[in-house]
């Protein structure tokens, strides 16, 4: 049993250079979401998708575009790489099955250099 | 505004020593109040969810106390060992819109022996 699994583990990017960080849950859960994680702060919401084929903007979605690829699969798209986009990123999924307890992964080192 | 804040930013103890972590939040209308553990280079995982009518809980040596009333929550670990050593975050979410939690940005715990 997986769980919420992110890949990669660790990037560096040039200055506008584009990726899809790539994330996926074993729990049958409906609602996923990206998170960045930066020194000295909570996480904040990136985008969410509550449910299979609807996104949401989070709290700090520009620069950013998610795709709901089907109930499994959440991605995030970094299409022009910023050194401010320089982070930890978290996907995370929530699910009645699993009490609404939310599960994350091991996160995603990403640097734009 | 909605705002989690923790304090000590940071703690170190003595292996077998009791703690407190503390939690003050302003979310409104609040739904319900989870505390994580994440260790350094992963994710967060749940410790414990309490909703409103909940003042207590715990997992093992730890003991999640919650004050609906003063909006505070507190973290007491018993007996503390060196796996102890972790960020430890509070996280609340607000009733009408769930699935958008606001994190704290964490204790910082350090178990010495």
């Known amino acids: 049993n997986a769980g919420v699994t992110q890949t990669p583990k660790f990037q560096v990017l040039k200055t506008g250079q584009s990726m899809t960080l790539q994330c996926a849950q074993d729990?049958?859960?409906?609602?996923m979401y990206w998170y960045r994680q930066d020194p000295g702060m909570g996480l904040r919401l990136i985008y969410y998708?509550?449910?299979?084929?609807?996104?949401d903007k989070g709290e700090v979605p520009n620069g950013y575009n998610v795709s709901r690829l089907n109930k499994r699969e959440f991605s995030l798209r970094l299409e022009s790489a910023a050194p401010s986009q320089t982070s930890v990123y978290f996907c995370?999924?929530?699910?009645?099955?699993?009490?609404?307890?939310?599960?994350f992964g091991e996160g995603s080192w990403l640097t734009v250099v | 505004k909605n705002q989690v804040e923790q304090s000590p930013q940071s703690l170190i103890i003595l292996e077998g020593k009791n703690c407190t972590l503390q939690?003050?939040?302003?979310?409104?209308?609040?739904?319900?109040l989870r505390w994580y553990k994440q260790d350094t280079g992963r994710g967060p995982v749940s410790l414990t969810i309490m909703t409103f009518s909940e003042n207590t809980k715990s997992n093992g040596r730890y003991t999640a106390t919650l004050d609906a009333d003063t909006k505070q929550s507190s973290l007491h670990i018993t007996a503390s060992q060196l796996s102890d050593s972790a960020s430890y975050i509070c996280v609340v979410s607000a009733w009408d819109s769930s699935y958008k939690l606001i994190f704290g940005s964490g204790t910082r715990l350090l178990v010495r022996p």
């Open positions: 729990m049958n859960h409906n609602s």
């Open positions: 998708s509550a449910s299979e084929g609807t996104t």
């Open positions: 995370a999924s929530r699910g009645l099955s699993s009490g609404n307890t939310i599960y």
């Open positions: 939690c003050n939040y302003t979310v409104s209308p609040f739904s319900n």
